[in-house]
């Protein structure tokens, strides 16, 4: 400090009127700390008494002046610390002294006590009788790097609340003697634990639990001894207790503040429709039911939820399964009226057909989901004979081959992806890919088939002719699959392309298939046929085709087809238009029942009586609601399509609100309905199968938190 800063600072504090200065000077929370840190002093102070200030700020800036900054590179390292001796200071109670030793005088092995060396970066740091410059040297260089050094030089006096002492006397609290004797605690025992205080704590423990359930782990996962050492390296004071802690307090609690949040978005909601899934668990003892909701948000698109996991038993019947669906919305606060419509799987046997029964009952219209249509395509295609023959033959090598180290060594690269084969219940889109590659290393695999394993079948060009034709049917369903992936939303609007493209394009019957090919074909396009041919489904599928203004067009449909189409469609607008009010009413009886006082005194001398006005108007009105559904459809079938590289149809609707009233009502509640339940990224990907064994694995009693949070944060 110059002559002038002290002047300066002595005239500032010699005024005549009584005054009291406060100084504090820099410290950090640690041991031996100085007793001159934080300093009052009033009016009567003498001069003597202020020096003791000016002598400590002098060391400070000594300090500053004469500190060595870390080495920059590894050679300046290697080259300093060549001869540097390190003496332990064997008298040390701090912590801090972890990280410090004594520097030796010259070569010899007597310490310096007035230089203490870093161990870190082997930099030389003035000791002045205390630590305050050794946790200033941690704090300013090595606190990302060590857990006790973001301890040590953590907190500043300013940050406690406690009243400080007069007269130079330094601060001291309870709890700095606590955090004090906690932290040599951890050095004795050489932890290296992170230390965290009460809102880190938190904020780690919502974030283990989103780390779990977004990969639909359960948190009995962190009993394991291996995990618990590790989440003691991310916070010191996790134990048993912490571990009951998030699953009684912190998933429970960010459950119910997901589902909150995701019950109000769908209270604002008049269109709701209603997705369907079903998976047993892994000792195929009992059934899950998973209900998904698909609403319109606030910007017009829409977005879908998971709510819901019912239990449902293995002998429950349709009606008592609908009892627990109409159970559900009730809990969720939904009105039945607000369900437009169901997707759900549909298969002829198991869960799926009780709960095809049970919606049914429910009187809701229900569309099957195209993904599980594929699967169970897939499904049939593989127990025809030939089919059936030749792909055992080819498990059957795989499966000698998967056995055998040596071949799983020597061919990994080469039979990459060929064992999604040997799976049980494999997605058809990993089995097509499975496939593709043992046909691409065909040769390879015949080789080995009659090389290795004569006494087995060995496989032959018309056993791989007939897995042709196996990939030549599940292309097409993968490539469906991962364009219906790819959409924000698939809804039911693109179902009968999307079937057209497969059965009557690439399914079509050519004069060059094979016998195996042709009967695959046909096989496949009588399922898909069977699945959605029922009457009222292709109506409800059309229309929301037509309501499409992607699709409007039907250009596969014959012309009576496209007139029929809208024929329905404008008897159902007529029904809403009606149902809404649109047809013109009598001026008198908008009024109500509410009669005024007049009406009431005079109304036997004037009774009231039919005009020829309003007895036209009642004649006209229904004219004049078949006018109003007419005049929407027609404009809508003048308007030109939309772009299909446009992915939000509803935004279409969203934006021509006023000029379709009624239309775009009844378009926003059928583009609403999804057609795939099952999300199809779990169809492509092994994280996804894994995802669905996981789902299968979990506990009764985390289930329900964990599928929830896992959909909504997993998405």
Not at 295 to 301: C, H, I, K, P, R
Not at 460 to 470: G, M, Q, V
Request: glycine share 4%; aromatic share 8%; hydrophobic share 35%.
């Amino acid at each position: 400090m110059n002559e002038d800063t002290k002047t300066s600072v002595s005239n500032k504090i010699s005024k005549d009127e009584p005054y009291t200065v406060v100084v504090q000077l820099p410290n950090y929370a640690g041991e031996g700390m100085s007793e001159e840190q934080i300093y009052v002093y009033d009016s009567r102070e003498t001069d003597s008494n202020r020096m003791e200030l000016y002598q400590q700020m002098e060391v400070i800036a000594e300090d500053g002046q004469n500190h060595i900054e870390p080495f920059k590179n590894e050679d300046q390292e290697c080259l300093v610390t060549a001869g540097i001796k390190i003496i332990e200071n064997s008298s040390a109670k701090s912590a801090v002294w972890n990280h410090f030793g004594w520097a030796a005088h010259g070569d010899s092995d007597e310490p310096n006590r007035r230089r203490a060396v870093c161990r870190l970066c082997y930099s030389e740091v003035l000791y002045s009788g205390n630590t305050t410059n050794l946790q200033f040297h941690l704090r300013r260089h090595h606190r990302y790097e060590l857990s006790l050094g973001t301890e040590v030089c953590a907190k500043n006096w300013k940050t406690f609340s406690t009243p400080m002492k007069r007269k130079g006397g330094r601060l001291s609290t309870d709890e700095t003697q606590k955090k004090q004797s906690k932290l040599n605690t951890d050095s004795d025992e050489g932890s290296s634990y992170i230390q965290l205080h009460r809102g880190q704590k938190q904020e780690m423990n919502l974030l283990i639990i989103k780390s779990l359930v977004t990969d639909c782990l359960p948190l009995s996962v962190l009993e394991g001894t291996g995990m618990q050492g590790m989440m003691k390296m991310l916070d010191s004071d996790f134990s048993d207790k912490k571990l009951d802690v998030l699953r009684t307090e912190v998933l429970p609690k960010l459950y119910e503040d997901t589902l909150k949040k995701t019950l109000s978005h769908l209270s604002i909601s008049q269109s709701v429709s209603l997705s369907i899934e079903a998976w047993y668990n892994i000792d195929k003892t009992q059934n899950y039911v998973g209900l998904i909701f698909n609403y319109l948000n606030s910007n017009g698109n829409v977005s879908s939820s998971y709510c819901k996991t019912l239990e449902v038993n293995l002998g429950d019947s349709p009606k008592t399964i609908a009892e627990l669906i109409n159970q559900a919305l009730k809990d969720l606060q939904l009105d039945f009226a607000r369900i437009v419509g169901c997707t759900m799987p549909e298969e002829p046997e198991g869960i799926y057909n009780t709960l095809s029964e049970a919606i049914r009952l429910m009187q809701m219209p229900r569309i099957p989901c195209l993904i599980s249509a594929f699967q169970c395509a897939s499904k049939e295609l593989l127990q025809i004979v030939n089919i059936d023959f030749s792909y055992s033959k080819l498990k059957t090598l795989l499966n000698l081959i998967s056995q055998n180290p040596k071949y799983v060594s020597i061919y990994q690269d080469e039979l990459k992806d060929c064992d999604w084969i040997l799976k049980d219940s494999v997605p058809f889109p990993l089995l097509c890919k499975g496939m593709t590659r043992c046909i691409e290393v065909q040769e390879l695999l015949m080789s080995i088939a009659t090389r290795e394993f004569n006494s087995k079948p060995s496989l032959t060009r018309e056993d791989f002719s007939t897995l042709h034709a196996i990939v030549y049917i599940l292309q097409p369903l993968t490539d469906s699959t991962e364009t219906i992936n790819g959409a924000d939303f698939p809804c039911i609007s693109i179902i009968l392309p999307f079937l057209y493209k497969v059965t009557n394009i690439a399914f079509n019957a050519q004069e060059g298939d094979s016998v195996v090919l042709a009967e695959a074909k046909l096989l496949v396009r009588s399922y898909l046929s069977t699945i959605y041919g029922r009457e009222q489904t292709q109506l409800f599928l059309r229309t929301a085709m037509y309501l499409d203004p992607r699709l409007k067009s039907l250009p596969f449909f014959a012309a009576e087809e496209k007139l029929e189409i809208r024929e329905l469609l404008h008897a159902e607008l007529s029904k809403l238009v009606r149902k809404n009010g649109g047809a013109c009413g009598s001026a008198r009886t908008s009024h109500g029942d509410k009669k005024t006082k007049l009406s009431a005194m005079l109304g036997d001398i004037f009774p009231e009586t039919s005009t020829e006005s309003d007895m036209l108007k009642q004649e006209n009105s229904s004219n004049f609601v078949e006018n109003i559904a007419r005049s929407e459809i027609n404009c809508y079938e003048n308007e030109e399509p939309m772009s299909l590289d446009e992915i939000q149809p509803l935004k279409w609707w969203k934006e021509r609100e006023a000029q379709y009233r009624y239309l775009s009502k009844m378009a926003r509640k059928l583009l609403c309905i999804s057609s795939a339940s099952i999300p199809a990224k779990r169809m492509l990907t092994k994280n996804g199968v894994n995802w669905q064994h996981r789902r299968a694995s979990l506990a009764t009693k985390e289930l329900h938190s964990v599928v929830f949070l896992s959909e909504s944060y997993g998405r």
